[in-house]
Structure formats: structure tokens, C-alpha cells
């Protein structure tokens, strides 16, 4: 294949993409930051508020709720996938990158509780295909998804820092391989992992020395026994947890199917209904039951200390519905919050007897991801390498094996529905597919 002139052009072509991709990106991103602290730092301190007051999140979500609902119904590509649908790496065109724009520049700053990252790999495909036309490169049905993956790589690279995680995130949401690959990967993945926690064992029990990629680098306290029986019960139950806010969020994919400006709304009040109760029961800001939890997420691994248990809980119960809400009503990424609901529980039960906090958190962002995503391989690398240590890495992957075995054994819920549109006149009528 590699001594295939065309192939070696696509390869060149793909190469060059990723440079203008990853500086939109990048730039993509910083807007996002920098309007997340504006609305929700520097505005309520500017008009002498010590945080954003519990009602912050009213008028802000409403404005999300209008503005997305009339993305949705009126451009073209419905402002991106449905994200309670899952991470898609291809069916957005160059004409639905507007769409995706204004509902993701609109809707993530101002509170919806979904990541970037399903933006991300609509526009980093959508520039790919852009740049394409513009270069008047050949469109076939195979050139078109090679470019439209490589872009959404390069783009959703740029937001984890890593391209071995754009790499196997794309490679698990394209389905190469089919069910066999799954087949293949997940015998695979627990066995590397057990055997990883095995060789660890007979290390720190033997004492004895083997070669090593080891460098030096200080490492965390080592596992024990209590570390991985209750990954186990943990992983479980944050799969049960993540699972029924995705069914949650198929319902409120339905209810906005009609009515699509009003309905979507309605579910963008809803959120600010809930990020308003945890405000007034915690008395924290309404700020960290909204948004993706990125930043809230940081916050939470260096001074897990000064969350309450009643924060936790809150935080857990008003972002997880807010969290259904946005799935099937507004646009954006599932990676994040579930990460943040995964390392929330982590440091709730983080004081369980022989656990820790490192393990816990580790565990439990593993099992969150792996249930929203349904990509055991690419929740256990990116949770690795947020981590950034090597000792939790048998604990993550067997969280991930058990939490995507979990989910596929549940009932999943009602199916994704097609949008109904009303026009003056006319009686409803069922459009094509969604996204």
C-alpha cells in the first residue's frame, strides 16, 4: 500500500491538514475558555458577587436553549450530532460546520453540561473536507472518510494534548473492524490488564527485579489488595449510574423532536433549574453543576479535601440530570462531564477502608467514560494519560472492561428518534434520520 502513489498523496495531504486544523482548534478552544470565564468568573465579581448566584444559570441557558433549538430546526446538519448518540466520526459536511459553530460557541459557555469534543471532531472533519475542495483534490466515498477521520484526529488531538488518544478514539468511533474488533479487543484488554496487575504483585511481593521501561520518575503509593476489590463493586455501579442518564437523555431526545425551539428550551431551563438547587443546598457555585467539568475537574483532583460529602452527593444527583437534559436536547461531547461524574464519585468513596484517593478517582472516571463512550480501549488510554502515572493503569483498564460489559448487558433505553418538524398549514410530518 505504502508504495501506492495515491495513497502516498492522501498520506502527504492528510499530514498538511492537520496544521491549519489544529490552529483552529486551538484557537476554537481558547474562545471556549476564555467565554466559560468570563460569563462564569469574572462577571458575577465584577458586579460584587463572591461566585455566580444561584439564579446565574437562568437567563444564560436560556438564551443557550433558543439559540440552539433555532440551529437545530434551521440550519443545515442540526448544529451536529444528537450526543446522546455517542461520538460520530463522519456524516457532517462542509455546509453543517456553521451550524456546529454557533451551537457549540453558543451553548458551552453559557452552561450546557457537554464537552467539546464531539465539535471538535465535526469541524476537524468538516475543515478536512473544506480544504479538500479547495484544493480540488478527488471526492470519492473513500478519500472522503479518510480525510474526514484524519481531520477530526488532528482536531480532537489538539483538546487531549495527545495524538495516540485522537488515534484510538477515532479508530474505536469509526468501527474498524467491525463487532470483531470489539471481539478481539476486549479479551485482549482485561487480559493485559490482569496480567499487568499480576506482574505488579509478584514485584512489591517478591522484591525481586526485572527489566524495565522505568526511568526514575517518583511514583504514587503502590496498590494493595483493597484497590482492586473494590474496583469491582465500584465500576458497576458508575456504569449503572452513566447508563441511565443516556437512557435519560434518549427521552429527552424524543420530547425535543417536536416543537424543537420550545422543547429544547424547556430542557435548557431544566438545567438551570438544577445547577440553581445545587447552589442553594451546597451553597458552592451553580457553575460546577454546569458546563463540562474540565476545569471543576481539576479542581477537584488537587483539593479533593474541600468538597463536603453533601457536595458530592449534590453534585453527583443535579449535574447527572442535567447532564440527561443536555444529551438529548442540546450540542456538544459526552467525554467530560462523565469524566467529572466518575471522578466525584472516586473521591466520595475515596475514604473507603484501604482505598485512596489516586486509585478511586482513577477507577472511577475509567468506568464513567467507558459507559458514556461505549470505547473501552480509548476510555482506559485517556484516563491513563490524564493520570500521568503508570501505577493505576491495571486498576483503569479493569474499570473500563467491567464497565463496558456492564452497559452492554443492560436494557438501552429507547432508540435515538428522527426530528419532526411543523411548518403553517401542515400536520407534523417525520423527517430523515437525525444525526
Same mark, same amino acid.
Given at each position: 500500500?505504502?508504495?501506492?502513489?495515491?495513497?502516498?498523496?492522501?498520506? *502527504?495531504?492528510?499530514?498538511?491538514?492537520?496544521?491549519?486544523?489544529?490552529?483552529?482548534?486551538?484557537?476554537?478552544?481558547?474562545?471556549?475558555?476564555?467565554?466559560?470565564?468570563?460569563? $462564569?468568573?469574572?462577571?458575577?465579581?465584577?458586579?460584587?458577587?463572591?461566585?455566580?448566584?444561584?439564579? $446565574?444559570?437562568?437567563?444564560?441557558?436560556?438564551?443557550?436553549?433558543?439559540?440552539?433549538?433555532?440551529?437545530?430546526?434551521?440550519?443545515?446538519?442540526?448544529?451536529?450530532? /444528537?450526543? *446522546?448518540?455517542?461520538?460520530? %466520526? #463522519? =456524516?457532517?459536511?462542509?455546509?453543517?460546520?456553521? #451550524?456546529?459553530?454557533?451551537?457549540?460557541?453558543?451553548?458551552? !459557555?453559557?452552561?450546557?453540561?457537554?464537552?467539546?469534543?464531539? !465539535?471538535?471532531?465535526?469541524?476537524?472533519?468538516?475543515?478536512?473536507?473544506l480544504f479538500a475542495s479547495f484544493a480540488r483534490a478527488p471526492q470519492t466515498e473513500a478519500s472522503t472518510a479518510l480525510l474526514?477521520?484524519? =481531520? +477530526?484526529?488532528?482536531?480532537?488531538?489538539?483538546?487531549?494534548?495527545?495524538?495516540?488518544?485522537?488515534? /484510538?478514539?477515532?479508530?474505536?468511533v469509526a468501527g474498524v473492524g467491525g463487532p470483531q474488533l470489539f471481539s478481539v479487543m476486549l479479551p485482549v484488554l482485561l487480559?493485559? #490488564?490482569?496480567?499487568?496487575?499480576?506482574?505488579?504483585?509478584? /514485584?512489591?511481593?517478591?522484591?525481586?527485579?526485572?527489566?524495565?521501561?522505568?526511568?526514575g520518575l517518583p511514583k504514587p503509593p503502590p496498590l494493595d489488595w483493597a484497590d482492586v476489590l473494590w474496583v469491582p463493586l465500584?465500576?458497576?455501579?458508575?456504569?449503572?449510574?452513566?447508563?441511565?442518564?443516556?437512557?435519560?437523555?434518549?427521552?429527552?431526545? @424524543?420530547?425535543?423532536?417536536?416543537?424543537?425551539?420550545?422543547?429544547?428550551?424547556?430542557?435548557?431551563?431544566?438545567?438551570?433549574?438544577?445547577?440553581?438547587?445545587?447552589?442553594?443546598?451546597?451553597?458552592?457555585?451553580?457553575?460546577? %453543576?454546569?458546563?463540562?467539568?474540565?476545569? +471543576?475537574?481539576?479542581?477537584?483532583?488537587?483539593?479533593?479535601?474541600?468538597?463536603?460529602?453533601?457536595?458530592?452527593?449534590?453534585?453527583?444527583?443535579?449535574?447527572?440530570?442535567?447532564?440527561?437534559?443536555?444529551?438529548?436536547?442540546?450540542?456538544? =461531547?459526552?467525554?467530560?462531564?462523565?469524566?467529572?461524574?466518575?471522578?466525584?464519585? @472516586? %473521591?466520595?468513596?475515596?475514604?473507603? !477502608? #484501604?482505598?485512596?484517593?489516586?486509585?478511586?478517582?482513577?477507577?472511577?472516571? %475509567?468506568?464513567?467514560?467507558?459507559?458514556?463512550?461505549?470505547?473501552?480501549?480509548? @476510555?482506559?488510554?485517556?484516563?491513563?494519560?490524564?493520570?500521568?502515572?503508570?501505577?493505576?493503569?491495571?486498576?483503569?483498564?479493569?474499570?473500563?472492561?467491567?464497565?463496558?460489559?456492564?452497559?452492554?448487558?443492560?436494557?438501552?433505553?429507547?432508540?435515538?428518534?428522527?426530528?419532526?418538524?411543523?411548518?403553517?398549514?401542515?400536520?407534523?410530518?417525520?423527517?430523515? !434520520?437525525?444525526?
Amino acid at each position: 500500500m505504502l508504495r501506492r502513489p495515491e495513497y502516498l498523496k492522501a498520506l *502527504v495531504f492528510c499530514g498538511l491538514i492537520g496544521v491549519p486544523v489544529a490552529l483552529i482548534a486551538f484557537w476554537f478552544l481558547v474562545t471556549l475558555n476564555q467565554l466559560e470565564r468570563l460569563i $462564569w468568573s469574572d462577571w458575577p465579581k465584577d458586579l460584587g458577587w463572591k461566585q455566580a448566584p444561584w439564579w $446565574w444559570g437562568f437567563p444564560l441557558l436560556l438564551v443557550a436553549g433558543v439559540v440552539v433549538g433555532l440551529t437545530v430546526s434551521r440550519l443545515p446538519g442540526r448544529g451536529g450530532h /444528537v450526543p *446522546v448518540s455517542g461520538l460520530h %466520526a #463522519g =456524516g457532517i459536511t462542509k455546509e453543517a460546520l456553521p #451550524g456546529v459553530l454557533v451551537a457549540a460557541l453558543v451553548g458551552l !459557555p453559557l452552561g450546557v453540561v457537554l464537552g467539546p469534543e464531539a !465539535p471538535l471532531i465535526a469541524l476537524g472533519g468538516g475543515l478536512a473536507l473544506l480544504f479538500a475542495s479547495f484544493a480540488r483534490a478527488p471526492q470519492t466515498e473513500a478519500s472522503t472518510a479518510l480525510l474526514g477521520a484524519a =481531520g +477530526a484526529a488532528a482536531a480532537v488531538s489538539a483538546l487531549f494534548g495527545n495524538p495516540l488518544v485522537g488515534a /484510538v478514539l477515532l479508530m474505536e468511533v469509526a468501527g474498524v473492524g467491525g463487532p470483531q474488533l470489539f471481539s478481539v479487543m476486549l479479551p485482549v484488554l482485561l487480559a493485559s #490488564g490482569v496480567g499487568d496487575l499480576v506482574f505488579t504483585g509478584f /514485584v512489591h511481593w517478591t522484591g525481586l527485579r526485572t527489566g524495565s521501561l522505568d526511568i526514575g520518575l517518583p511514583k504514587p503509593p503502590p496498590l494493595d489488595w483493597a484497590d482492586v476489590l473494590w474496583v469491582p463493586l465500584m465500576a458497576p455501579a458508575l456504569a449503572f449510574l452513566i447508563h441511565w442518564i443516556f437512557v435519560g437523555g434518549r427521552y429527552a431526545a @424524543g420530547f425535543v423532536t417536536s416543537w424543537t425551539v420550545r422543547n429544547t428550551t424547556l430542557c435548557a431551563l431544566g438545567v438551570a433549574g438544577c445547577t440553581a438547587l445545587y447552589a442553594v443546598s451546597t451553597g458552592r457555585s451553580p457553575a460546577e %453543576a454546569a458546563l463540562s467539568g474540565e476545569s +471543576a475537574l481539576a479542581g477537584l483532583a488537587k483539593d479533593a479535601s474541600a468538597w463536603s460529602v453533601g457536595a458530592l452527593v449534590a453534585v453527583l444527583a443535579f449535574k447527572g440530570l442535567a447532564y440527561a437534559l443536555c444529551l438529548g436536547s442540546l450540542r456538544g =461531547g459526552p467525554v467530560f462531564p462523565a469524566l467529572f461524574l466518575g471522578g466525584a464519585a @472516586g %473521591a466520595l468513596l475515596a475514604p473507603l !477502608p #484501604g482505598f485512596g484517593l489516586v486509585p478511586a478517582m482513577a477507577a472511577g472516571m %475509567a468506568a464513567s467514560v467507558t459507559a458514556a463512550l461505549r470505547l473501552p480501549v480509548s @476510555g482506559a488510554v485517556l484516563v491513563v494519560l490524564l493520570l500521568g502515572n503508570v501505577e493505576t493503569v491495571a486498576l483503569v483498564v479493569l474499570a473500563a472492561v467491567v464497565s463496558f460489559a456492564v452497559t452492554q448487558l443492560l436494557p438501552q433505553g429507547p432508540a435515538v428518534p428522527a426530528f419532526r418538524s411543523r411548518t403553517p398549514g401542515r400536520t407534523s410530518r417525520r423527517e430523515a !434520520p437525525g444525526p
